[in-house]
C-alpha cells in the first residue's frame, strides 16, 4: 500500500520526536512492503516567523490531500508570555481542527508493567488501567463569543454547543464502547451548566439505539477525583472541549509520563496524530526528549486511519521492549542507570524490528 502523509513538525522538540515516528514508521513500512510519501508542512510557530499566521493555507491544502496526518507540537514562549500578542501558534491548531472538522479527541490512557513504579500513584490504583477519552474538539468555550468590555475591567468566553455537536461525538463513544468492554461515562457539569443539562438530555435519548452499552452519568469533578483514585474504574469517557482538555491532562500522569501517551484527533476530512506532550522549548536542541508518545501515535495512525493492525502491534511491541530493557531518555532512566538521546531511542527502536 501506499500513503501520503502530511508532516507537521511544528515547534520546539516537535521536529525532534516526529523525526524519530518517522523513521520508524519507515521501517514499518519497508517491513511490511508500504510505501509512505511524506508530505512536510508548517504550522505554530515557525509558521508565524515564516508566513506571519500560525496555519497557512498552503498548509490545510496538504493536510486536505493526505490520507493522515502526524502531528508534533507547537508553541513558543516569545508567544506564551506576552499576553497581548494577537497571533498565537495555538491558534493554528484551533483553526486546523475547525477547518479539518477534527472534532475528536481520542485519548488513550494505559498503564505500562515495566514503568508501574513511575507513576505517582500507588502501584495497586492504577494496575489494569485502559480507558479512553473522546474529547469534543471544535466546540464549546474555546469556540463561543469571547471579549472585554468595560474599558477592558471585565472579560467573557462563551460555552456554545448544538445538539448536533453532541450526538456526533456521543455516537463515536458509543460505537468505541461496542468494541470494549461496553462502558461509557458521560462527563458533565449539569448541576450547574445548561449546556452540560443538554449534553446529558441528548446522550440519555440515544441509549436506545446502544442497549448493550451501560452509560453513566457524573460530574467533572467528582471524574477528576476518582481518576485518582479508581482509574481502572473507566473505559470510555465522553466530554465537551475545555472538560476534556483538563481532564486528559490529569489522566495523562497515570502512566508516569506524558511522554508516553498518543492521541488523535478524527472527524470529517483527514486525521491526525500527535503526542499528547507540548512543544517542551527548554529542551529545544538538546536531543534529550522522548520520542515514544509519537511513535506510538504513529501506530495509532497505521491502526486506525489505514487499518493495518498488524503494522501498528508491531510498534507497540518495540516500544515496550525498549522500555523493558531500559533503553529510554532521562525523563524515564531508573536512577544511576545509562540514559539514551533521542536519535538513540529511534535508531534502537528500527534496528529492533
Excluded at 241 to 257: K, P, R
Excluded at 304 to 319: C, N, P, Q, S
Aim: charged share 25%; hydrophobic share 40%.
Amino acid at each position: 500500500m501506499k500513503f501520503n502523509i502530511a508532516l507537521l513538525a511544528g515547534d520546539g522538540i516537535g521536529p525532534e520526536v516526529i523525526n524519530e515516528a518517522v523513521k520508524v514508521s519507515d521501517a514499518i513500512a519497508k517491513k511490511f512492503n508500504h510505501e509512505i510519501n511524506w508530505m512536510p508542512a508548517l504550522t505554530g510557530a515557525c509558521a508565524i516567523d515564516a508566513v506571519g499566521v500560525p496555519y497557512p493555507d498552503e498548509t490545510h491544502e496538504i493536510c486536505m490531500k493526505a490520507d493522515a496526518v502526524l502531528f508534533g507540537a507547537i508553541g513558543h514562549p516569545k508567544y506564551d508570555n506576552d499576553p497581548k500578542a494577537t497571533v498565537r501558534p495555538e491558534q493554528g491548531l484551533l483553526l486546523m481542527r475547525k477547518k479539518l472538522g477534527l472534532f475528536a479527541n481520542v485519548r488513550p490512557t494505559f498503564t505500562f508493567p515495566s514503568l508501574i513504579d513511575n507513576s505517582p500513584l500507588k502501584k495497586e490504583r492504577i494496575e489494569g488501567t485502559d480507558l479512553i477519552f473522546l474529547r469534543e474538539l471544535t466546540g464549546g468555550i474555546y469556540f463561543g463569543e469571547k471579549g472585554r468590555k468595560d474599558d477592558g475591567e471585565t472579560a467573557y468566553d462563551t460555552c456554545t454547543y448544538t445538539r448536533a455537536e453532541v450526538q456526533r461525538l456521543a455516537k463515536k463513544g458509543f460505537e468505541l464502547a461496542m468494541t470494549r468492554t461496553k462502558k461509557l461515562c458521560c462527563v458533565d457539569k449539569a448541576n450547574v451548566m445548561e449546556t452540560s443539562r443538554l449534553w446529558r438530555e441528548t446522550v440519555q435519548a440515544m441509549e436506545r439505539d446502544y442497549p448493550e452499552v451501560t452509560v453513566s452519568y457524573e460530574f467533572v469533578d467528582a471524574v477528576a477525583m476518582r481518576l485518582v483514585q479508581w482509574p481502572n474504574s473507566y473505559d470510555v469517557l465522553i466530554t465537551e472541549n475545555l472538560f476534556g482538555d483538563i481532564l486528559t491532562d490529569e489522566a495523562s500522569v497515570i502512566s508516569g509520563s506524558m511522554g508516553l501517551m498518543p492521541s488523535a484527533s478524527v472527524g470529517e476530512h483527514t486525521s491526525l496524530y500527535e503526542p499528547i506532550h507540548g512543544s517542551y522549548p527548554q529542551a529545544t536542541g538538546l536531543n534529550i526528549a522522548n520520542p515514544l508518545a509519537t511513535v506510538l501515535s504513529a501506530a495509532m495512525m497505521f491502526e486506525d486511519a489505514f487499518g493495518l493492525k498488524a503494522e501498528a502491534a508491531a510498534i507497540r511491541a518495540v516500544v515496550n521492549k525498549s522500555l523493558e530493557q531500559g533503553i529510554v531518555t532521562e525523563d524515564l532512566a531508573a536512577k544511576d542507570s545509562k540514559t539514551y538521546k533521542t536519535s538513540e531511542v529511534g535508531d534502537w527502536l528500527v534496528a529492533n524490528l
